[in-house]
C-alpha cells in the first residue's frame, strides 16, 4: 500500500511554461484534494474532487486547472506558470465515510 | 468567514518541558477540529481528530483538547524527536474541505 503518491518531487519551470501535476492513491478513496503551501499562509485549498470525473473550486483555484479521468489519479495543471505559483504542493485524498484527509509527500515547485 | 488562526507561531523547549499549542477557530457549524503533525519537506501526518467540545484524545505525549471556540494540543515531557510543524485545521458541517492554520512550529532541545 503506497498511500498517496505525487510526481514529480521538484520541478523548476519559466514563466509562461506548462506542467502537469499527478497525485495517485491505492487507497480506493472518493475524495481527493490539491492543496498549496507558502510560508506563513497554512495550506490552501486550490480544486477538489468528490468523486469520478468530478471537479469543483476551493479557495485558491486561479492559474490551474484539474482534472479526474480515473478514481484513482487527480491531476493538477498550470497552463501558464507565473512566479506567484511558486510553492509546495500537496496532494490528499480520504474515503466517503470518514473525515480524515491523508497526504502525500508534496511537489516543490519554482516558478523563475 | 471560517477561520483558524494557532499560537504562538514556534516555540523553543527543553526536553522534559511541558506546554500546550494553541488553535483557536470561528466556523458555522464544526464538524471536525484536526491536528496534523509536517516535519520538513513531508507532508502533514494525521494525529486526531475532536468532534464536539469537551473531547480529548491522547497519543503517547500528546493530548488534543477541544471547547467550542478554540482547540490545544499538550504535549507532556517532548523529546527531540517530537520537533515538527503541528497544523490545526476545521471542517465545516457538511462542506468536505478544511481550513488550515498557519501552523506552530515546536523544536525540542535535549
Known amino acids: 500500500n503506497a498511500g498517496v503518491t505525487q510526481t514529480p518531487k521538484f520541478r523548476v519551470l519559466k514563466t509562461g511554461q506548462s506542467m502537469t501535476l499527478l497525485c495517485a492513491q491505492d487507497m480506493n478513496h472518493e475524495y481527493m484534494y490539491w492543496y498549496r503551501q507558502d510560508p506563513g499562509m497554512g495550506l490552501r485549498l486550490i480544486h477538489y474532487?468528490?468523486?469520478?470525473?468530478?471537479?469543483a473550486k476551493g479557495e485558491v483555484p486561479d492559474g490551474y486547472n484539474v482534472s479526474r479521468l480515473k478514481k484513482q489519479n487527480f491531476l493538477l495543471g498550470l497552463e501558464s506558470a507565473a512566479p506567484s505559483q511558486t510553492s509546495v504542493y500537496f496532494c490528499?485524498?480520504?474515503?466517503?465515510?470518514?473525515?480524515?484527509?491523508?497526504f502525500g509527500p508534496g511537489t516543490r515547485l519554482t516558478v523563475l | 468567514e471560517d477561520q483558524v488562526t494557532q499560537s504562538p507561531e514556534a516555540l523553543r523547549l527543553q526536553e522534559g518541558e511541558s506546554s500546550s499549542l494553541n488553535c483557536s477557530y470561528t466556523v458555522s457549524g464544526l464538524r471536525g477540529l484536526f491536528w496534523y503533525r509536517q516535519d520538513p519537506g513531508k507532508g502533514p501526518e494525521f494525529l486526531f481528530t475532536?468532534?464536539?467540545a469537551g473531547e480529548e484524545k491522547e497519543k503517547e505525549r500528546l493530548k488534543a483538547t477541544l471547547t467550542k471556540k478554540e482547540s490545544f494540543l499538550h504535549i507532556t515531557a517532548p523529546k527531540p524527536e517530537d520537533s515538527a510543524t503541528y497544523l490545526c485545521?476545521?471542517?465545516?458541517?457538511?462542506?468536505?474541505?478544511?481550513?488550515f492554520g498557519q501552523g506552530t512550529t515546536l523544536q525540542v532541545k535535549p
Open positions: 490528499a485524498s480520504r474515503w466517503t465515510g470518514t473525515d480524515t484527509q491523508y
Open positions: 485545521a476545521v471542517e465545516a458541517s457538511n462542506t468536505g474541505k478544511l481550513i
Open positions: 474532487s468528490v468523486g469520478e470525473g468530478t471537479t
Open positions: 475532536l468532534y464536539s
